[in-house]
């Protein structure tokens, strides 16, 4: 059965691949609260191990801190914690007892790291600090949810520094910054860097990076966030050190974090009406090999795939040889095709004899009869030029739902047409201006842009005052 | 300040080393919920990294379960939920709403997992199926917590596999020894596979194998089971498939797991009052270099120590180069030894000169001046010197505390005692004599071995009946 094209109809697209390719199944007892399946869990540990490598390359440490956070931590920082309010879901009960205090599932850990931090920090010798922790987080949202993109239960990773200064705090929200664009050029995606408006700033922190990546359907996704905290958090949460001076004085502090959203933007933004096409660097299976056997040679084909299959796993590869012989040859391409294999190989009784084999390109389709000496590389070569060419594709949607308004009309055709977009245009910096966007358009205002310098071309779409910004709206996920 | 002997005072030894070398921190808000260090997480990441070897090896997928379970489900197994109750968190509200109905933390994922497979399996052609979680697990534990040993929450590996038939699950249950196995030798532990009795059979199982590990105060730690759980499960999840002779029935289960308890083993049974002696394989830094500095070579002794552990680093080690310059070489050789890292390499400004390095092991203190021409066979035979070393160290330990009594009054007279032991000795398979062990002695049947056929050799050493089974008994954690 045909997928609907992810351009023309993503919600319908999207719900269908992520079960097709086996990346979540929602068919549990409790919505929202979905199994990751094979393929979609080995997406998010080839995320990790890149960005371990990253993190281990930059001085941060691994670690990991209860799920349980206690009342009164999430009060301490009230400012911080009333976003949180709505969807914290709370343990009461243990076996058949109540418990004297109720307990908090951690919808994010600053409160029960910071705890831990003041125990730790005692000097400017422990600066900087930087932990990560990779884990589960609850945000139970009640209404609607959505596979990867909102769930009750998802994995993150959220990094959490410590500095003297706010400039030596400012220069960890760049290495961060530095790091996940390393990510996320190496995930093919295209994505804005934006400085969120003041109002929607993380609770407690000073500025807000976020990092907005397109979908085919003209939404915006926010793939990741970076922090500045200030020290906001460090006299809510009492860390401090005795610095040179031998003054006390509280830290500065960031956090960043990016979560298995990631996935749902590299899902969309590569996909397309066949199915999945994933990064070459993050697909669970790099290498399909399907052997195309004739009566009397099936044994010689299917031995002579798995030899194959040996030596470009010796090349570093991860390779899969479909050699199940109750499926057609085509009914396997439109498998691997569904679950994005970026490169099929066919091992038929004619490449055999010719000592060659058939290279298929999964992004576009194309065919290329390769001789065993020259495999290893046209793999690495193709495997490259995907990466290349699915990065030029999504710069490509970014381009093509990029736009721009100067009135409020143009903003509404465009927000209410159905391809939407990503506006460009400018903004007083009022609230309530960008409040009737949102309650108006659906939309939200991004911020400006933090990787490129703009200035304001014109008055405030809205109320037609002075442009204090140039700013990006969207309607996003 | 130095530490406990392990051998002369576990408890305290064991609290201490915990903290100090960086394992896990208890200073957290909430009892039995606490810290896993780096050097802890880096563990049990080197412990998941050689599990999916061996899983990959063994056609095992890792996929990730909800940790939210129904109430309801958790009542369709009743055996097996009865023993659980106690220690279940419930989570009855989110925000300021109470949900209709309450939802558990996961002690164990049978359930939800068995609820999906339900929804997969169809046919003899979806058997096996072997799936594996990496998870966090809530067994809240009201009375007593101990870091890594009993904590509220937890990590841990379960496998869950189905079948078409008993004896292909019974297949199932040895590959997973098989498996589990090689880890254990690998981290050059000690232990003794049981077939666990009957009333401590896991509810549900048709019987549990178990590996227990000595500790240094005559305890014994159970570090994994396996459990082969018949088709009570498939009966309850309605997990059935159509066979080749079209035929409809239940499938035949497997699961088994291990958790971070296992760290406990590893810290416990290898470390001494110098603190942690980590496996070479799994320690997070292998190879530490500390420059001995003198006033007027600091810069050139510091640079060739950073040139050295590059080179290290490119033959596959992990390694650390100690260049603060705060502390002496002496308090360095302290604080990487209570780490527990393997080598200690020391280069000072005549091994610069000789073009040599001091090599140091951690478990014996042994030191030897190394050519750097012969530094890459030297660290890899010590090494292997030290994993050998390890084991028949921990095999040592293992023999020293097992004993033998024929009698209650033998039996009780070790129980009693300071060093306490693993005693073999027979039993009349009757509950009432296993019930008195536990009520008298604290201690219990760990079963009879399942890695060697042993025969009873007398009378039961409870009641003096006939001796049905050769069995071991001990005080367990």
Known sequence: MPLDNPRSDFSAWYSEIILRAKI??????????????PNGYEIWEAIKNFMNMRFEETGHKNAYFPMFIPEEFLTRESEHFSGFVPEVAWVTHVGDKKLTNKVALRPTS???????????????????????????IIRWDTKETRPLLRDREFFWSEAHTCHPTFETAAAQVRESMEIYQSLFDALCLSYMVFKRPKHDTFPGAEYTIAYDAPLPNGKMLQIGTTHHLGNNFAK???????????????VYQTSYGISTRLIAAVLSLHGDDQGLILPPAFAPTQVVIVPITFKDKVEEIVQASRELAQIVRSWGYRVTVDDRDQYTPGWKYSEWEMQGVPIRLELGPRDLKNNAVMLVRRDTGDKLVVSRDDLQNQLQSNMEKISTDLKSRADETLTSITKEAS????????????????????????????DKIKEELSAGVLGERHDVEEEPTG???????????????ASSY
């Open 236 to 250: 809510a949460f009492d860390v401090k050190f005795l610095d040179t001076d031998e003054e006390t004085k509280y």
């Open 407 to 434: 009135t409020f009309e143009e903003l509404s055709s465009i927000m209410n047409s159905s391809e939407q977009g990503l506006v460009a245009t400018n903004w007083c910096a009022n609230v309530s201006c960008a």
């Open 24 to 37: 979540v199944d929602i068919r549990t007892p409790i919505k929202g609260s979905n199994v990751l399946m």
């Open 459 to 473: 008055n405030c779409v809205v109320c037609g005052e002075e442009g204090k910004s140039r700013i990006y709206v």
């Open 110 to 136: 600053e409160t029960i790291m910071y705890y831990m931090y003041a125990q730790w920090i005692h000097s400017h010798a422990d600066l900087p600090l930087k932990y990560n922790q990779w884990c589960n």
